[in-house]
């Protein structure tokens, strides 16, 4: 098994987007369906105390999509938006909306490249641009928030590891 | 819009963050700060006083000269939000690896066949 690749995080202080880039050991094609099909996206989209719903996925551009995430208590956090376009391997464009927030028409853009690299690897750089700085690092800070909630659980389940042992 | 004082705001632009750079491990007079730039004396007095106001200078008098000293707490809570999103996205790509694999040891066999 190869090293493991490392997801690297761009936020540079002050601007409204975010990078974040990561090369995989499949090629182009393999991950830009990982990325489109509904059936593959679920198995690895979402962090693990939730499970994924999807509502609506588009099968090319213009076409609507939304997704839920449903916390093991039943809350429901759902995201929307519309794809821009979907040109396979290479490239996916699409709007972002969280309804969580308390007011609507806070919308990203997400501009997904698929670059080809030698040896059948990809190299993913995924660039959200948001209408504000503040919206920007409320994203983040949420994405950080649930972070800390999934850690937590994965130390729960650790913990009830250790316990049974002793 | 009010103007927003925090960490973020002080590492926005680049003079600044060449400012906290300088003076990470020394305490400078202006003169001093001001002689590594091009800028003006007093657009360099004027980051320094948005890195005071933001909290990651402080302006210490000594005689008839002040100095700036760094004081770099809070970069701490920048890397901080910015790491745990990245563990998020990292935790999310591993299980996408796995699932690569899989679907390229699939396609392996289909060839095969």
Known sequence: MATKNQTKIVAEPGRQEIFIIREFEAPRELVFKAFTDPKLLVRWLGVCDMTMKIDAWPSGDGGYWRFLHVDNKGNEFGFHGVTHEATAPERLIRTFEFEGLPERGHVAMETAIFEALPGERTRLTVQSVFRSVADRDGMVQSGMERGVLESHENLDVLLEKELQLS | ?113
């Not at chain 2, 980051?47 to 005071?52: C, F, N, V």
């Not at chain 2, 901080?80 to 796995?98: A, C, G, P």
């Open chain 2, 1 to 113: 819009m009010r103007t927003r004082r925090d960490v973020f705001q002080a590492i926005a632009d680049p003079t600044r963050r060449e400012i906290i750079n300088l003076i990470a491990y020394q305490s400078l007079n202006l003169n001093a700060i001001a002689e590594h730039f091009d800028v003006s004396r007093p657009a360099i007095s004027q980051q320094i006083k948005i890195l005071a106001e933001c909290g990651l200078v402080v302006i210490k008098k000594q005689g008839r000269e002040r100095y700036c000293e760094a004081s770099l707490g809070q970069l701490g809570e920048v890397s901080q939000w910015i790491e745990r999103y990245r563990q998020l996205w990292d935790r999310q790509f591993s299980k996408l690896d796995d699932l690569l694999e899989e679907m390229k040891a699939k396609g392996r066999t289909r060839k095969k066949k």
